[in-house]
T-cell receptor
Framework: DVKVTQSSRYLVKRTGEKVFLECVQD?????MFWYRQDPGLGLRLIYF???????EKGDIPEGYSVSREKKERFSLILESASTNQTSMYLC??????????FGPGTRLTVL | GQQLNQSPQSMFIQEGEDVSMNCTSS?????WLWYKQDPGEGPVLLIA?????ELTSNGRLTAQFGITRKDSFLNISASIPSDVGIYFC???????????FGTGTRLKVLA
């Protein structure tokens, strides 16, 4: 079974803090994704990576950056957290093309 | 970002009833995925479809890849209380890494 894990299930941070969300997959997938999910807005793609050190902006990259130094790990960074970044963050991985598997999600609250 | 049209938005059904939902797109896809998401959790992949006309089952769930490649259907037979949740479709266009998601169908099962 594919396993995608995320470093935290719940996170509370203060405005202006730097926030790191970590994601690890164990199936040697090339592609990894970061989404945020908000009520009424569905799943929105922040960034994705199709190889180590390769990344592309998704639909809403502003205020976020990513890092992929190893194939199995994809990090999402909020350089200076703001209250409008309070959301559910979902990491996913996939072969190309094909099935995409999600992690359990991180519920981030920015105060 | 773009979202797929998914209907119905919500359904209230009696335990034991069959359920049908569908997704439509204005563009063609070469992959259709169906997910279930429980509150506070990440989406779980239920069924993946790769070919126009393909019909695939996973227990009581059956999904079909539409002939036009612009739609997909998910059926749940003999629903049970644990089927409660939000069901999403996702499509992947040829030559792209990205997935586009449906707006979700919220299913409630009355015992």
């Amino acid at each position: 079974d594919v396993k995608v894990t995320q470093s935290s299930r719940y996170l509370v941070k203060r405005t202006g803090e730097k926030v790191f969300l970590e994601c690890v997959q164990d199936m040697d997938h090339e592609n990894m994704f970061w989404y945020r999910q908000d009520p009424g807005l569905g799943l929105r793609l922040i960034y994705f990576s199709y190889d180590v050190k390769m990344k592309e902006k998704g639909d809403i990259p502003e205020g976020y950056s990513v890092s992929r130094e190893k194939k199995e790990r994809f990090s999402l960074i909020l350089e200076s957290a703001s209250t409008n970044q309070t959301s559910m963050y979902l990491c996913a991985s996939s072969l190309a093309p094909g099935q995409q598997f999600f992690g359990p999600g991180t519920r981030l609250t920015v105060l | 970002g773009q979202q797929l049209n998914q209907s119905p938005q919500s359904m209230f059904i009696q335990e034991g009833e069959d359920v049908s939902m569908n997704c439509t797109s204005s563009s063609i896809f070469n992959t259709w995925l169906w997910y279930k998401q429980d509150p506070g959790e990440g989406p779980v992949l239920l069924i993946a479809l790769y070919k126009a006309g393909e019909l695939t089952s996973n227990g009581r769930l059956t999904a079909q890849f539409g002939i036009t490649r612009k739609d997909s259907f998910l059926n749940i037979s003999a629903s049970i209380p644990s089927d409660v949740g939000i069901y999403f479709c996702a499509g992947q266009s040829p030559g792209t890494y990205k997935y586009i998601f449906g707006t979700g169908t919220r299913l409630k099962v009355l015992a």
